[in-house]
């Protein structure tokens, strides 16, 4: 069972990664990709974002590290995994295009992780 300490980490790291993804995607959807409210809304983009992090970022503090032992496995399969499941869930509830989705994906973990990893710098 994680500690107090793990699961306040845990919910740190969440709230960073929902304020850092859905910021990123809100930017590129409505700057890069210049998709109107009109087209998709708010709140669309809230629910994929939201739903996004809020189902692979358990998977990847809780599950995976129980699976895996190997921090280099652990890292390579659970960032990768985490890419493709939320590529499929903006794919899905955006309704973009499969290319649009991984470059969505790709560019909201790539700038969360190394925000983390920052952060962590700054902390500790």
């Known amino acids: ?3 107090e300490a793990y699961f306040l980490e845990f919910f740190r790291a969440l709230f960073l990664t929902l304020l850092a993804e859905t910021t990123i995607l809100f930017l590129i959807i409505r700057s890069s990709f210049k998709i109107p409210a009109t ?14 992090s809020g189902l692979t970022l358990p998977c990847l503090w809780f ?3 129980a699976l895996i032992h ?4 652990f890292l390579t399969i659970g960032e990768l995994s985490v890419f493709l499941v939320e590529a499929v869930i ?3 509830v955006l309704r973009v295009s499969p290319k649009k989705a991984l470059f969505l994906s790709f560019t909201c973990n790539l700038i969360s992780f190394l925000l983390g ?3 962590q710098n700054l902390l500790h």
Not at 39 to 48: D, E, F, G, N
Not at 70 to 73: A, C, G, L, M, S
């Open 1 to 3: 069972m994680p500690s």
């Open 39 to 52: 087209k998709l809304s708010t709140q669309k983009l809230l629910l994929a974002s939201c739903v996004a």
């Open 63 to 65: 599950i995976l590290p």
């Open 70 to 73: 190997d921090y280099t496995v």
């Open 90 to 92: 903006y794919f899905f």
């Open 117 to 119: 990893l920052l952060m």
